[in-house]
């Protein structure tokens, strides 16, 4: 079935490091793919999204490219900042019988020092 | 606009007592609705997914299950919660072209 494989955590990086947190899934058709994240004391909120092949999502100096050859949707961002502590989960949209759902990967928690 | 209210935030329950957590939306009609469970190193796992009143998919077998009475109402119960049922619980409403979260229940089985 369709599934998504995220890099274990944590991650420990030090502000203004860059980060990179890696994303591949298994899926049929063509799903769209999605970074969700969980700060401290919250719920989780969508970051950025992608839902064609070569797509590029953005949002608050993250970015993720959807790469059909390798089936993979790495997060991405230049310089980290203590504000980007959290929990980040890649996730895929399956359709099965109708109804759309999601499918995360297990979250890696980013931990960023002053 | 869509808001999703969930509830309790926090539970402590002991083993072999039942569960009924509630979610309800506004501002949307016939939303899919979805109960995910956020289990210590396990990350977020689908439970159940609704597209319509008393239409519910379950993901994995379990010893919950998931009702849906009305258009805007999602409820997972158990009859005797184990202590493997501990865990982050987050209801989710199908928003255009993303999920909208609750703020989550914690619970915890003694």
């Known amino acids: 079935g369709d599934s998504v494989t995220q890099m274990e955590g944590p991650v420990t990086l030090s502000e203004e490091a860059c980060l990179t947190i890696?994303?591949?899934?298994?899926?049929?058709?063509?799903?769209?793919l999605f970074w969700y994240v969980q700060y401290p004391g919250e719920g989780l909120q969508l970051l950025l999204k992608?839902?064609?092949?070569?797509d590029k999502g953005s949002n608050k100096g993250f970015e993720a490219t959807y790469r059909k050859e390798t089936t993979s949707f790495h997060l991405e961002k230049g310089s980290v900042q203590v504000s980007d502590s959290a929990v980040y989960f890649c996730?895929?949209?399956?359709?099965?019988?109708?109804?759309?759902?999601?499918?995360f990967g297990k979250g890696t928690k980013l931990t960023v020092n002053p | 606009s869509q808001t999703i209210h969930q509830w309790p935030a926090t539970l402590v329950q002991p083993v072999g007592s039942p569960l009924s957590l509630e979610c309800t939306v506004e501002?949307?009609?016939?939303?899919?609705l979805y109960w995910y469970r956020q289990a210590a190193g396990r990350g977020l796992q689908l439970l159940f997914y609704?597209?319509?009143?008393?239409?519910i998919s379950s993901e994995v077998p379990q010893n919950l299950s998931a009702s849906r009475p009305q258009d805007r109402q999602f409820i997972l119960s158990s009859k005797k919660l184990l202590l493997s049922d501990s865990g982050f619980y987050l209801c989710?409403?199908?928003?255009?072209?993303?999920?909208?979260f609750g703020s989550g229940t914690q619970l915890s089985v003694l």
């Open positions: 989710a409403w199908r928003g255009y072209e993303k999920l909208f």
């Open positions: 890696n994303c591949t899934y298994t899926a049929t058709g063509y799903p769209s």
């Open positions: 992608a839902t064609k092949a070569d």
């Open positions: 996730a895929l949209s399956a359709t099965q019988g109708g109804s759309e759902k999601l499918v």
């Open positions: 501002g949307t009609s016939n939303p899919n």
């Open positions: 609704s597209v319509g009143i008393g239409q």
